[in-house]
C-alpha cells in the first residue's frame, strides 16, 4: 500500500512510537481511546484511499502524533486538524512549525498549510469547520464514531470523501447488506456509498487495542438523491422506531412502535411488497424509502427516539 510509490515515512515500528511519546514526555491515555498508528503500510494505505492533493481541503480528526498529517502536508494539502489531548497538540504546534506558519501567513487555504484546532471534535461544527469542498481522515475512537458519522452526513456542506479507521465490527455494521442492517447502516447507505478498504490487525497499534480495526471509505451522493427536510425527519422516525425491536416482525413493531393503527401499517406493508413477517435488519435502504412513503405522515410521537449504533 503505496501513495505514488512514496512511503509516509520509514523506520516506523511500535518501539518508534513509544520512544516518541517518552521524549515528548507523552503516554496513550485509555480514558482517551489512545492508540497509535505504528505500521508504515496502514498509514501508506491510509493515504492511498485519501488521494490528498495540492491544495485541497483535508479535515483531520484525532491526528495523534502527525504521522497522517505529515503525509497529507506532503501531498500538498490544506489540512485542518482537530485534537482533543492537550500534550498532543503541542507536540503538533512544535512539529510542524512550519505547515502552521504557512497557514496563519497565506491563510488556511494554502496547499501545504495546518490549522490546529485544539478541542473535542464532537462540540465542533465539522461540516463548517473547514471551506468546502474537503475530505475528511480520522482515526476514531468506537464510541463516537456513530455521532461523528451523524454530523458529517447528517446536514451540508458534506464532505466529498471520508477516510476513517473504526472498529472492525463497526465497519461491518456500516457496511451490512440487508439480513444485517442496523439503523446505522441504514442512516450512512441512505447518504452515502461506503466500503471496506481493508482490515488492521492490532499489532498496528502503540498499544495494541483488545480488538480488530477497519478502513472504510465514505462518498455521499449528490444532494439531488435525498428527501426534502420533512420527508427524511419521517424517515429517520420510521426507521428509529422499527429498530427498537430490531428482531422482531415488521408489521408488530410499527403498530407498537409508532402512532399508527395495525390495519395502516398491514396496508402500507402490502403497498410497499414488503412482507409483514420480515425482521427490520432484512430491509434495504430503498424498501425503507417505499415504505416511508406509503405511509404517509406519522402525526405525533411521544415516545422517545434512541440511535442504534
Known amino acids: 500500500m503505496t501513495t505514488g510509490g ?3 515515512t520509514t523506520g516506523l515500528d511500535p518501539a518508534v512510537v513509544r520512544a516518541t511519546l517518552r521524549e515528548a514526555g507523552l503516554r496513550a491515555r485509555h480514558r482517551l481511546s489512545q492508540n497509535f498508528l505504528a505500521d508504515v503500510d496502514v498509514l501508506d494505505g491510509i493515504l492511498a484511499e485519501a488521494a490528498p492533493s495540492p ?9 495523534g502524533l502527525g504521522l497522517l498529517t505529515g503525509g497529507l502536508l506532503d501531498a500538498g494539502a490544506a489540512v485542518t486538524a482537530v485534537e482533543l489531548d492537550r500534550g498532543l497538540t503541542s507536540f503538533l504546534r512544535a512539529r510542524f512549525e512550519g505547515p502552521l506558519e504557512v497557514a496563519e501567513r ?15 471534535a464532537l462540540d465542533q461544527d465539522l461540516v463548517n469547520l473547514v471551506a468546502a469542498p474537503y475530505d475528511v481522515v480520522a482515526n476514531l475512537p468506537y464510541h463516537i464514531t456513530s455521532p461523528i458519522l451523524h454530523a458529517l452526513l447528517g446536514q451540508a456542506p458534506r ?28 442512516f450512512v447507505q441512505y447518504h452515502a456509498r461506503v466500503r471496506i478498504a481493508f482490515h488492521v490487525p492490532p499489532t498496528a497499534f502503540e498499544p495494541e487495542p483488545a480488538v480488530e480495526s477497519a478502513v472504510i471509505v465514505v462518498e455521499p ?18 426507521v428509529q422506531a422499527a429498530f427498537r425491536e430490531r428482531r422482531k416482525m415488521i408489521h408488530n ?14 396496508a402500507a406493508l402490502a403497498a410497499a411488497h414488503i412482507d409483514p413477517d420480515r425482521r ?9 424509502l417505499v415504505l416511508r412513503e406509503a405511509l404517509g405522515p406519522l402525526g405525533t410521537d411521544q415516545r422517545g427516539r434512541s440511535r442504534d449504533t
Open 6 to 8: 512514496r512511503r509516509a
Open 55 to 63: 491544495g485541497r481541503h483535508v479535515l483531520e480528526i484525532g491526528p
Open 106 to 120: 497565506d491563510g488556511p487555504d494554502a496547499p501545504g498549510s495546518l490549522r490546529l484546532v485544539e478541542g473535542d
Open 159 to 186: 464532505p466529498g470523501r471520508s477516510v476513517l479507521m473504526v472498529q472492525r465490527e463497526v465497519a461491518e455494521r456500516i457496511a451490512a447488506p440487508p439480513g444485517r442492517m442496523s439503523y446505522l447502516s441504514v
Open 221 to 238: 451522493f449528490d444532494a439531488d438523491d435525498r428527501l426534502d427536510p420533512e420527508a427524511e425527519d419521517g424517515l429517520w422516525r420510521l
Open 253 to 266: 413493531v410499527l403498530a407498537r412502535q409508532l402512532p399508527v393503527d395495525g390495519p395502516r401499517v398491514a
Open 280 to 288: 427490520p435488519q432484512t430491509l434495504a435502504v430503498g424498501e425503507w
